[in-house]
């Protein structure tokens, strides 16, 4: 059958000859050094072109969700109800620059308003039974609640009316609210978020609910609050058995954050910033998920001035923040019937209570008042 032999390969006859094997493409009449050369340039700007082509899907993609996120962003921000006016018209000329510097010098002051609606109408019209300054070091993270009792008798308008704090929420909405607090208050607050108490239902339901400890004469009341908050928001919800501690739902903790029949409203007040205090923490441990679900829900029910970037700023760096002390004012008062007012928180005095105030807030401890106050 003789011997099968396999052809002889290039490879096979450089190798005999002692000489190395040429790149693809290379005749052997060329200079190698030369041609080696051009095969790494060739290579060179294969690799450029590759990466610009790379580079350029890259930036559409990232444009495209840019422009995606924008969208959606500005979708859920059109929900927002917004109260037409400028941070100007709220602002407490009164002040000096000097000490309004040092006010707003590592301080951020939002108002946070929760509205007594049955409807989705969060603006003038409706009483604010939550007023509250709320006080951000920038520096520390620590927030400072203080709630101004609704009941304050204070200056409530530019013509000079005298009645209860709430009362200028109701005939102005926030706007009005704002220069109430900040005349009355020697304050400079130009930023505010108003609730109803659908959005606080929604969002704590999100979060999972929060745990509270029930008292007997809270429990008396609590079912007659937990009915009319269902048949206001239309959100299920069910009565507590006794009292004890419980795991309030959404409702349940909107009714608790309502009771004030078996003692004050000075009560009430600590019992809302209990609810604002659980439901931060709750917030500072949700995921992604529940906090966009948050956003989406509530948004209809809020009333802001703040921006995205604002929201979005204070959502990424909300593990840097923490709730410290909290209060009501006036922190010294006394409680007098008013012919065609009502039962009346009277600041005893306002000057005193202001100064404590700003003592509370920025360590202010000899902080005078302005002549307007006085």
Not at 28 to 34: I, K, Q, S, Y
Not at 99 to 125: C, H, L, P
Not at 229 to 249: E, F, R, Y
Request: net charge positive.
């Amino acid at each position: 059958g003789g011997v099968q032999t396999r052809p002889v390969s290039s490879l096979s006859r450089a190798r005999a000859s002692g000489t190395k094997r040429l790149p693809e493409g290379l005749r052997a009449d060329e200079n190698p050094r030369e041609a080696l050369a051009q095969a790494k340039i060739a290579r060179a700007k294969q690799k450029k072109v590759r990466r610009r082509i790379i580079a350029m899907i890259v930036a559409e993609c990232f444009t495209l969700l840019l422009i995606f996120g924008y969208g959606y962003l500005a979708r859920r921000w059109n929900m927002i109800q917004r109260e037409e006016f400028k941070p100007q018209d709220v602002q407490n000329n009164e002040l000096s620059v000097e000490y309004r510097k040092e006010m707003q010098k590592g301080y951020r002051m939002i108002a946070i308003f929760g509205v007594d609606s049955r409807s989705t109408n969060v603006g003038a019209g409706v009483q604010s039974d939550v007023n509250i300054i709320c006080c951000i070091n920038e520096d520390t993270g620590e927030i400072k609640l203080v709630s101004l009792y609704r009941d304050t008798y204070l200056n409530i308008n530019d013509s000079g009316s005298y009645r209860k704090f709430n009362a200028a929420y109701t005939n102005g909405g926030p706007e009005q609210a704002l220069k109430a607090m900040n005349k009355n208050l020697d304050l400079d607050i130009t930023e505010y978020i108003t609730f109803s108490w659908k959005a606080v239902a929604e969002g704590i339901n999100i979060l999972g609910g929060v745990d509270v400890d029930i008292t007997r004469s809270e429990f008396k009341y609590i079912n007659g609050f937990i009915t009319e908050t269902v048949n206001a928001t239309g959100i299920g919800s069910h009565q507590l058995t006794g009292p004890g501690t419980h795991h309030l739902d959404g409702v349940q903790a909107v009714a608790y954050g309502r009771l004030r029949l078996m003692d004050t409203d000075y009560a009430r007040t600590e019992r809302q910033r209990k609810i604002i205090e659980l439901a931060f923490a709750k917030a500072k441990k949700a995921d992604f998920a529940a906090l966009n679900n948050i956003l989406v829900t509530i948004l209809p029910n809020v009333s802001t001035n703040l921006t995205v970037s604002d929201m979005t700023s204070m959502a990424l760096n909300i593990s840097k923040y923490h709730i410290g002390e909290t209060a009501g004012f006036p922190f010294a008062k006394g409680n007098v019937t008013i012919p065609g007012k009502g039962d009346c928180v009277i600041p005893q005095t306002l000057e005193s209570n202001v100064s404590q105030l700003h003592a509370f807030l920025f360590g202010q401890e000899s902080y005078a008042p302005t002549e307007r106050v006085k």
